[in-house]
Structures are given as structure tokens and as C-alpha cells.
């Protein structure tokens, strides 16, 4: 199935070059991405995630504030009825010193996270694979 996929930045985390390759990646595998960029600010990505189709929500962040501003936005996504059971996933480095340890992906799945991802080769293999398995779930 030909996912539509939302990737977005966080709020704070003006970083791009993550989120063009995030986009190439995940067209790669075939699905429809609508990319938000960065620095987009908790609402936009709400209402966004509402009025749209939407299969998959992916998070990416690098800058280091990625388990608080992930927290955040992901409690106000889980909020809205419609996305209380989309996968939404967040990957890249999620603390200021780039992995965020066990306790920060136990926070973030907490908050209301499907899966987090770290930065290196074998998460973004991870990813793929988790991508494929969420096409594989998806029927319309
Ligand atoms: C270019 C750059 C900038 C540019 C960004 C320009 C732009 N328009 O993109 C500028 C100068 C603006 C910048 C600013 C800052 N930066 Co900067 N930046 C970089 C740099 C040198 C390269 C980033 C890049 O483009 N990489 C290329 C992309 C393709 O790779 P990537 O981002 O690593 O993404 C990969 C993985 O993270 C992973 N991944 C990412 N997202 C996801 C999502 C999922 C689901 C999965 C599976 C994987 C995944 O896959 C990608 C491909 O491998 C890195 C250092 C480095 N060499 O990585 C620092 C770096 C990211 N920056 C850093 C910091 C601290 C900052 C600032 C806070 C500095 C400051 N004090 O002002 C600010 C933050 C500004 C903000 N508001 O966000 C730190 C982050 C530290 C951390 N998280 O541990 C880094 C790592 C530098 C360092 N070693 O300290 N930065």
C-alpha cells in the first residue's frame, strides 16, 4: 500500500538536510510524502496531521531538543480523536549529545511515540524495514 506520509521538523530545529534525506528515503520505498520543513510550529503540524490524509506521521530532529519538543507535540497530536491510532515516529539525534539513552526513548514512547529511531545506519535500516511493515497494516 502507497502510504501518505507527513514528515515534519520540530518546532525549534532548523536543520533541513535531515528532513530532504528522510523525504528521498521514504520515497524510495514508494510512499507519498508531504514534507513540512523545519521549524514548524506545533499547531501547523496538528492541523495539518487533521485536514489530510494521513498513514504515518514521521518526526525528524538533530538539534538536540528532540525529547522535549517531541514530548510536547506528541501529547497534543494523541489529544485530537482523529490520530489516536496513526503511527507517529520520531528519529535522528534526540538529545544535545546525540543519543538520547534508554530513558529518553522510554520518555518519548510514553508520550505517546510508536517508535523512535536513533541517527546511525542501523536505525535508518530500522526505519525501512518498520515503514514496510506499516504498508503492510495499512488497507483503504
Ligand atoms: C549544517 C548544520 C547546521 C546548519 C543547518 C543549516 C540547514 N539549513 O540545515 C546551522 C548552522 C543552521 C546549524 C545550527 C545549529 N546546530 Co547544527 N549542524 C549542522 C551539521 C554540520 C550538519 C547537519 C546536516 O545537514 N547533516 C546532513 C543530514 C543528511 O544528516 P543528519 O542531519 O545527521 O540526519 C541523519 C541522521 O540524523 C538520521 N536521521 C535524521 N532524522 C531522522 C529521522 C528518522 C525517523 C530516522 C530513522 C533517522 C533520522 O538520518 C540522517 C541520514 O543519516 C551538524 C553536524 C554533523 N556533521 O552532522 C550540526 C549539528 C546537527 N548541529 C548541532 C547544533 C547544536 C546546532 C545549534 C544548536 C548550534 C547553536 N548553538 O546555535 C544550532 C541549532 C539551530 C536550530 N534552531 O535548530 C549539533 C547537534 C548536537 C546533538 N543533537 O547532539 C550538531 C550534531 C553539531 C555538533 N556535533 O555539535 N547547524
Keep these: ?20 534525506y528522510m523525504q528521498l528515503l521514504i520515497e524510495e520505498s514508494g510512499h507519498e510524502v ?19 490524509p494521513t498513514d504515518l506521521i ?24 482523529a490520530l489516536r491510532d496513526v503511527p507517529i515516529v520520531i528519529g535522528g539525534k534526540l538529545g544535545v549529545a546525540g543519543d538520547s539513552g534508554p530513558e ?9 511515540f510508536t517508535a523512535v529511531f536513533g541517527d546511525d545506519e542501523v536505525d535508518v535500516a530500522l526505519f525501512g524495514a518498520y515503514i514496510d511493515s506499516v504498508a503492510a497494516r ?3
Design 1 to 20: 500500500m502507497r502510504l501518505n506520509v507527513l514528515l515534519t521538523g520540530t518546532s525549534s530545529d532548523s536543520h533541513t538536510w535531515n528532513l530532504v
Design 34 to 52: 508531504r514534507n513540512l520543513g523545519p521549524c514548524v510550529p506545533d499547531d501547523l503540524l496538528v492541523r495539518t496531521a487533521v485536514g489530510t
Design 58 to 81: 514521521v518526526m525528524s530532529t538533530v538539534n538536540g531538543h528532540g525529547l522535549t519538543d517531541g514530548a510536547r507535540v506528541v501529547r497534543l497530536l494523541r489529544g485530537e480523536p
Design 104 to 112: 529518553g526513548v522510554q520518555a518519548l514512547l510514553e508520550a505517546g
Design 138 to 140: 495499512v488497507s483503504r
